[in-house]
């Protein structure tokens, strides 16, 4: 018998709403230890709120109906921001694709939002991970360091569900355990000072500009970091990734039918401001938007 929920919500926003889909992004690699979509559409996560760890579960049939019900000490806290999380104060109303590929993206995908979490260590963690190397190696150290040092998920959480270390965690890793995760010194050293100012930084979430100049000044986080940061934690949908690998080919073969290139790429998202990751994302959703083969990034491998 399942363990019954410490807190639900059942939500008909007026607006449509595609959980699954907005929150698709929080996700780290198909082996994400805090993220899990069943094959009958529920999507299962953890977290690690203020008030403690939490697990929540999101049922929906229609895109104006939402069950979510929440495990562990979180539980009150996570129903409480649920419709901020799923993008109850997003404006996409105010959005103008001006291009038939957005145009078709747009009209294809009407419950995306862009996702406000308020969690920003949260996001900020596997961001520093995913800095200068391939995703798959990313994704692979976040899944190997979660499941390693993180903590049990509460309620009826799938196996193998584990919530995110507590920063004291990743702020006293050994050097050892970032090594057989593939992580390199920087990017360690970079976790382990985020960890330290993790407390400030997640009550800056209710003041883009503050996040925006913390993580300005941690050393190591920079604009293509705090973008990342700021399209899943604080519903950033401006947030424009500069600097990333491969946003200039991803961009001008979509849109143009040729790369960007990266001097480029700020100057032609000008248009869509205050919009930008919104068309980065419709772009990332479209099948065949960029070529399968493209130059990638160093391969990482563990440290000896």
């Known amino acids: 018998m399942e363990l019954p929920p410490d807190c639900s919500l059942h939500w008909q926003p007026a607006f449509p709403v595609d959980a699954k889909l907005t929150l698709k992004n929080l996700r780290r690699g198909r082996h994400d230890p805090t993220h899990r979509e069943e094959a009958d559409g529920t999507l299962w996560r953890t977290a690690l709120a203020p008030s403690g ?3 929540y579960r999101i049922r929906q049939q229609r895109l104006d109906d939402l069950h979510v019900d929440a495990w562990g000490p979180g539980a009150a806290e996570l129903v409480d921001n649920i419709r901020t999380e799923l993008g109850e104060h997003d404006n996409p109303e105010d959005f103008r694709p001006a291009h038939p590929v957005l145009e078709r993206a747009w009209s294809r995908l009407p419950g995306l939002r862009v996702p406000h979490t308020g969690r920003l260590f949260e996001a900020l963690v596997p961001a520093i991970l995913e800095q200068r190397v391939v995703g798959l190696d990313a994704q692979a150290a976040w899944t190997r360091l979660v499941g390693a040092h993180g903590g049990p998920a509460p309620g009826p959480a799938p196996d193998p569900m584990r919530v995110m270390p507590s920063p004291e965690v990743w702020a006293n890793l050994p050097i050892w355990e970032w090594r057989r995760a593939g992580v390199d010194l920087h990017r360690s050293k970079t976790v382990i000072f985020a960890a330290r100012y993790a407390a400030k930084l997640d ?15 941690m050393p190591g986080v920079g604009v293509w970091t705090s973008a990342q940061v700021g399209h899943r934690a604080l519903g950033d949908a401006d947030a424009l990734p500069l600097g990333d690998f491969h946003l200039g080919r991803m961009t001008g073969t979509a849109l143009l039918g040729h790369p960007l290139a990266q001097h480029e790429i700020e100057a032609f998202y000008l248009p869509w401001r205050p919009h930008r990751y919104r068309v980065v994302r419709l772009l990332e959703l479209t099948p065949r938007a960029a070529p399968r083969r493209s130059h990638r990034a160093p391969r990482a491998r563990p440290f000896r």
Do not use: E, I, N, S
């Open 203 to 217: 009550r800056a979430a209710g003041d883009a500009a503050r996040a925006y100049q913390l993580m300005a000044a």
């Open 53 to 55: 760890p939490v697990t």
